[in-house]
T-cell receptor, first 115, second 110 residues
Framework: DAKTTQPTSMDCAEGRAANLPCNHSTISGNEYVYWYRQIHSQGPQYIIHGLKNNETNEMASLIITEDRKSSTLILPHATLRDTAVYYCIVRPYPILTGGGNKLTFGTGTQLKVEL | NAGVTQTPKFQVLKTGQSMTLQCAQDMNHNSMYWYRQDPGMGLRLIYYSASEGTTDKGEVPNGYNVSRLNKREFSLRLESAAPSQTSVYFC?????????FGPGTRLTVT
């Protein structure tokens, strides 16, 4: 699976958009970009994933560059409850691998949302 | 719908003791996983089970064994606990692309 690079930490004011970048310059054609987050001491929570088109759901938006070498997770109106470690993960879509939906977690970005 | 449940929530073991961490999911997922998370680090995959009846090693399998008891349950066993196995253990399950995680078991080996 391709390696990802994320900033160690970021701050965001409550109510503002939080933009979390991720570099995945070695991504291959069949690999998707997944985002998970981990609120302190809890199990990780799935946020969103995408291949090449921008994606949006009730939690966030995912913007993937045209060359697919980087992406940005956007939390449009961050709240204190969004304070968490955010993980960007690149992996093939599970149906194509036949070996289970394995995830490789890095150290992620610690997002701190402040008043 | 409880999702993924793990027992126990906390455990303290002495070096050399054995124990089994239990995990169950009620979402009818085919795949299940065991991860460990050490302080300040991301999760690392210990073992996974792509479907009932199969198990495979992940990134850090040494010192652990697993059993996929049925589609719902996936247990992790430490035969002879070592201080290096002090960690938080997370179980997860998935049907295809999205993994659902349990609340974790905090294990301390003294």
């Amino acid at each position: 699976d391709a390696k990802t690079t994320q900033p160690t930490s970021m701050d965001c004011a409550e109510g503002r958009a939080a933009n979390l970048p991720c570099n995945h310059s070695t991504i291959s054609g069949n690999e998707y970009v997944y985002w998970y987050r981990q609120i302190h001491s809890q199990g990780p929570q799935y946020i969103i994933h995408g291949l090449k088109n921008n994606e949006t759901n009730e939690m966030a938006s995912l913007i993937i560059t045209e060359d697919r070498k980087s992406s940005t997770l956007i939390l449009p109106h961050a709240t204190l409850r969004d304070t968490a470690v955010y993980y960007c993960i690149v992996r093939p879509y599970p149906i194509l691998t036949g070996g289970g939906n394995k995830l490789t977690f890095g150290t992620g970005t610690q997002l701190k949302v402040e008043l | 719908n409880a999702g993924v449940t793990q027992t126990p929530k906390f455990q303290v073991l002495k070096t050399g003791q054995s124990m089994t961490l239990q995990c169950a999911q009620d979402m009818n997922h085919n795949s299940m996983y065991w991860y460990r998370q050490d302080p300040g680090m991301g999760l690392r995959l210990i073992y996974y089970s792509a479907s009932e009846g199969t198990t495979d090693k992940g990134e850090v399998p040494n010192g652990y064994n697993v059993s996929r008891l049925n589609k719902r349950e996936f247990s992790l066993r430490l035969e002879s606990a070592a201080p290096s196995q002090t960690s938080v253990y997370f179980c997860a399950s998935s049907r295809s692309d999205e993994q659902y995680f349990g609340p974790g078991t905090r294990l301390t080996v003294t």
